[in-house]
């Protein structure tokens, strides 16, 4: 369940986890390694939307480099 108070809204390990598709433990280990912004509120980690936005776009690998030509392929001969 999402919580939000004046200060916005805030996620759970368990519902970073599950945007991820990823395990809590994973989630809790990168806000350890402070690759994942979050506040212990409670002792409990939480983390806003915009946090897990910033997370997501750090970690975007562009799309595979382009395959070398085979030998003889694509080039046109005269």
Request: aromatic letters at 6%; a positive charge.
């Amino acid at each position: 369940m999402e919580q939000s108070n004046e200060l916005g809204e805030f996620l759970t390990v368990d519902e970073v986890a599950k945007r991820l598709k990823t395990s809590t433990k994973w989630v809790r280990g990168e806000i350890k390694a402070t690759r994942l912004r979050a506040a212990k509120l409670g002792g409990i980690y939480r983390v806003t939307p915009d946090d897990l936005a910033d997370f997501y776009e750090s970690n975007i690998v562009e799309g595979p480099m382009k395959s070398r030509q085979r030998k003889g392929e694509g080039a046109a001969s005269a």
